[in-house]
């Protein structure tokens, strides 16, 4: 693949979800370094009337599966449906959905082991350096405050030498922050989502040995994976289960993340497992199975 000389065009038709973004820049980067390629970023609003023909089209998400069926039609090009379509499935030419779904591989459907993303391994991360990713209630998940705060104080006590930092989300209620500020932790630098930039997070994933998520947050379990960070989920209390929690109970049983109690029993994290990559493996059988 990495011969052919013809670069290959990428539409990524985004919507206004962050995490619909990252699923799209991580597959288009992973087929971009399997072959030249051009990709294309096509807002809701835009019009791609001026692109190059496209030879792959890849959506994510619900407005964009549907531009992407009238794109492929008046333009050409295989359309790839990122997470299930909640269309009829034959319509794609492939759709790549997270296992945990439940739904069986066929001849236009890859599991992927959780979302995809951009995060690539780690080369400079350091045992003593860690980060700490800290999401809200959902559909799926309540939220309390004092019990996530009380889990920060075992983890710090667990991992005395590690110095962390933590960010929030969208989603933190903003009195959490001001528990965690009311607690004045030195080994703890708040730095909430407002006050990050746009590659603030792939810069702290590349340098963080050990990172924790609550795991409400189900996208930023699976990124820290892919950095090949040592992993522990933090306790949300949930509403109910789910999809979203199941996914993690699996990956607690492959051993790719700690929870507290097993960090207390251990007196250590247990030992990284190697970087999930699934952006690439996905990209690899792209290019097998519509080349």
């Known amino acids: ?71 492929r039609w008046r333009y050409g090009g295989k359309l790839i449906a990122l997470m299930d379509p909640g269309l009829p499935r034959p319509l794609f030419d492939l759709c790549v959905v997270p296992e945990h779904d439940g739904l069986n591989p066929s001849r236009n459907v890859l599991l992927s082991l959780g979302p995809l993303n ?92 050990v990172i924790w998520v609550s795991e409400d947050s189900a996208s930023m379990v699976y990124e820290s994976l892919s950095c090949g960070a040592a992993v522990g989920v933090l306790t949300v209390p949930l509403r109910r289960p789910g999809r979203v929690s199941g996914g993690i109970q699996h990956l607690e049983q492959q051993g790719r993340v700690a929870r507290l109690e097993e960090l207390e029993c251990l007196g250590t994290m247990p030992p990284p497992r190697p970087p999930l990559q699934e952006a690439t493996r996905i990209a690899r059988e792209i290019n097998r199975r519509l080349d």
């Not at 996530?148 to 710090?156: D, G, S």
């Open 1 to 71: 693949m990495t011969g052919c000389a013809t670069p290959q065009v990428i539409w990524c038709l985004e919507d206004d979800r962050p995490g619909h973004q990252r699923q799209l820049a991580g597959l288009a980067q992973a087929l971009r370094d399997l072959r030249p390629a051009r990709i294309c970023r096509v807002a809701r609003k835009d019009s791609p009337a001026q692109l190059p023909a496209p030879g792959l089209i890849l959506t994510a998400g619900r407005h964009s599966h549907w531009r992407g069926l009238r794109y």
């Open 118 to 209: 951009p995060v690539l391994p780690a080369t400079g991360a350091t045992a003593d350096r860690g980060l700490i990713l800290v999401g809200g209630p959902s559909r799926h998940f309540c939220w309390n405050d004092a019990h996530l705060a009380a889990q920060l104080q075992r983890l710090q006590i667990a991992l005395p030498a590690v110095r962390w930092t933590l960010t929030t989300s969208r989603r933190t209620p903003a009195s959490f922050l001001t528990l965690l500020r009311q607690q004045a932790n030195p080994k703890l630098r708040l730095v909430p989502r407002e006050e990050t930039g746009p590659d603030w997070l792939l810069r702290h994933y590349a340098r963080s040995g």
